[in-house]
C-alpha cells in the first residue's frame, strides 16, 4: 500500500500547523524533491525566514503523522498604489512531495495561507503560477484586475491576485517583491515551463 492509498483511504489524517525550527531540513528536502533543485527554491525560504520585513513571514507545513510532506510560505512584498505602498503578501513557494502530489495538499495550504493572510488584514495576496492551478484556489489574473507585475518575465496568466476582505478599490498599482527574490532571481520564469510543485 502507497502513501497515496493511506491518504486517499482516510488511514493517515492530514495536518497543516505552523512550521518549527525542528522542520527546517524537511522542508528544504520538500522543495528540492518537488522542484527538482536542490539549491535555490531551498535558499529562497532560508531567506525569506531571515530578512527583516514590516510583515512577518507566515510559513506552514502540512504533515501526515510526523513526517513534513508539503510547504507554503507567505512574505512580505509590497503594492506601489497611487497614494502609499501597501504590505501585501506573496505566496510562494509552494511544493509537496512527488509522492503526495494530486491528493489535495496544496490545495489545503492555499487556502490556510490566505484565511490567515485574511485573519492578519492583508488585503492582497500575489504569486507567479499556473492560472489553471491557482484560477481554483481563490486566485485570478493580476494583469486584467489592473496590476503590473514586477518583470516582463511572465507568461500569459502566472501573475496572479487573490483580493481579501481588507482590500479597497483604490489598491492597484505595481506588485514589487522583496530583495530576496531578486538576489536569488526567483522572479519570472527563464525558459522554463510553467507549473507548480504541488499539483
Do not use: N
Not at 497515496?4 to 483511504?9: A, I, P
Not at 520538500?30 to 527554491?41: I, L, P, T
Not at 532560508?46 to 502540512?62: C, E, G, K, N, Y
Not at 503594492?79 to 503578501?89: E, G, Y
Amino acid at each position: 500500500m502507497t502513501p497515496r492509498d493511506d491518504l486517499q483511504g482516510g488511514r493517515v489524517e492530514l495536518l497543516v500547523r505552523q512550521e518549527r525550527a525542528e522542520d527546517h531540513e524537511a522542508v528544504r528536502e520538500v522543495h528540492a524533491q518537488a522542484f527538482g533543485d536542490s539549491e535555490r527554491v531551498p535558499a529562497l525560504v532560508d531567506a525569506l525566514r531571515a530578512a527583516q520585513t514590516p510583515l512577518a513571514p507566515a510559513s506552514l507545513v502540512a504533515t501526515i503523522g510526523d513526517r513534513v510532506v508539503g510547504h507554503v510560505m507567505l512574505s512580505a512584498c509590497r503594492l506601489d498604489a497611487l497614494p502609499r505602498l501597501v504590505d501585501v503578501l506573496s505566496l510562494s513557494p509552494l511544493g509537496v512531495l512527488p509522492e503526495f502530489q494530486g491528493q489535495g495538499i496544496g490545495t489545503r495550504l492555499v487556502a490556510h495561507a490566505l484565511a490567515g493572510a485574511d485573519s492578519r488584514g492583508i488585503p492582497l495576496v500575489f504569486l507567479e503560477g499556473s492560472p489553471h492551478y491557482y484560477g481554483k484556489r481563490g486566485f485570478a489574473d493580476a494583469t486584467k484586475l489592473g496590476f503590473r507585475p514586477p518583470t516582463l518575465r511572465y507568461p500569459p496568466g502566472a501573475f496572479q491576485v487573490a483580493k481579501l476582505s481588507s482590500y479597497e478599490e483604490w489598491m492597484t498599482g505595481t506588485f514589487v517583491y522583496s530583495d530576496a527574490f531578486w538576489a536569488l532571481d526567483c522572479v519570472g520564469l527563464r525558459g522554463e515551463g510553467l507549473e507548480t510543485a504541488a499539483t
